[in-house]
């Protein structure tokens, strides 16, 4: 039998109804108690890491559960987390960047209604999550939720309500769970290297969705409390510049002050590419600009995070960012 820890760290899944509505309350323990057919998967070790509803969650909180996946890398098999929904996607993106290369599964899943309601889902997802980190041929960050598995860079909360709560973006899932059985969609040799743990990350980076007739003054007012800038902008990418306020010299205020914007879209599929119109192309060539392409602004967002504390050099944060970290960035050939 594998030996799998169990991380607890709050969510829907742990709440409690009070007064105020939800609240996670209950405890790693309460947790395993109500998946009494664990026992016979796998052997599980519990840690209560934080108890949050995934809105509080912070960077600083993925460096701590960074942390404890490495101080107890050695002696499990894989790795379970339970989280909130809310921001799990980001904390999959995160954990992908600050774990790589993990041959062990690290497993991501929560639920839509706490595991003390009738109709919850979190009974069979927290099996599944499991299930996936006692498998010998999944590996890395990912995503349990509904019966799938989803690459940890590719997750998004889509539905606010449903139990099918995540998508896997512009990428297919990599298995499908069900049963107590799982169908592999997609195999990939482990790493074969030691995992490589990163203990640094930057939050001052701001996400900021373009509306038509956005004044560009916003750009130069971000920029002294900002280190990075990601802009979903409209369909495959461009800025706009309207009679007297053009984006591009609020662009290149940051460039010159050595600070890296990434556009992106805020269409859901497919991503951007900059080149496609003048309004892209124009703001393309300016240094420090890059573009998300594939990625997902989760993935964006983590992915900056990690960067930042490893260059101020714009030409290596961009090899960085262009870099693919496990399907972050799908290319075409
Ligand atoms: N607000 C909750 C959270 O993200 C939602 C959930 O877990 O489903 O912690």
Redo the contacts with the bound molecule.
Sequence with gaps: MKNILLIAT????ASRPTADGLLPQLLAGDILRCVPSLAGLCHVDALQLMNL???NITPDCWLAIARCIREHYDDYDGFVLTH????MAYTAAALTYLVQSSAKPIVLT???KSIYSEDTDARRNLFDAFLAAQDDALFGVLLVFDGRVIAGTRARKTRTKSMNAFSSIDYPDVALLREGRILHYIREDKPSCAPVFYDRLNPRVFVLRLIPGMNPDVLGLLLSRYDALVIESFGVGGLPCYEQEDFLCAVRAWSDAGKPIVITTQVPHEGSDLYVYQVGARVAGTPGVLQAQTMTVEAVVAKLMWILPQTYDLSEIAALFEAPVAHDLLLFS
Excluded: E, M, P, R
């Excluded at 909130?84 to 921001?87: A, E, F, L, S």
């Design positions: 709050g969510g829907t899944i509803d995934s809105t909130g929904t809310d921001t929560g639920a839509q």
